[in-house]
Nanobody, 111 residues
Framework: VQLVESGGGLVQPGGSLRLSCAAS????????MSWFRQAPGKEREFVAT????????YYADSVKGRFTISRDNAKNMMYLQMNSLKPEDTAVYYC?????WGQGTQVTVSS
């Protein structure tokens, strides 16, 4: 299993970023996938999850209405569109499948 996140960076409050997760080594199209994040000095927390088909999604209350999780099974890719970003969204964002994690991508929201 290999999960590789990309798309992080520095953005101003109110801005947007789109994270990507490239998956390989397993049957992506039949796997539930999730995004988690870990802020400095805090525990890793759930952000969003998406079913194998993309038909069901679930979000943490803190990101609901601002973030959108999606996937492209033909490309073995998962995405997280993040809008209206806040400083408290600053964290390393991780892609997860089962017990497997990516290396993370840093998102920093600051003026």
């Amino acid at each position: 299993v290999q999960l590789v996140e990309s798309g992080g960076g520095l953005v101003q409050p109110g801005g947007s970023l789109r994270l990507s997760c490239a998956a390989s080594g397993f049957t992506f199209s039949s796997s539930t996938m999730s995004w988690f994040r870990q802020a400095p000095g805090k525990e890793r927390e759930f952000v969003a999850t998406i079913s194998w088909s993309g038909g069901s999604t679930y979000y943490a209350d803190s990101v609901k209405g601002r973030f959108t999780i999606s996937r492209d099974n033909a490309k073995n890719m998962m995405y997280l569109q993040m809008n209206s970003l806040k400083p408290e969204d600053t964290a390393v964002y991780y892609c997860k499948r089962g017990n497997s994690w990516g290396q993370g991508t840093q998102v920093t929201v600051s003026s």
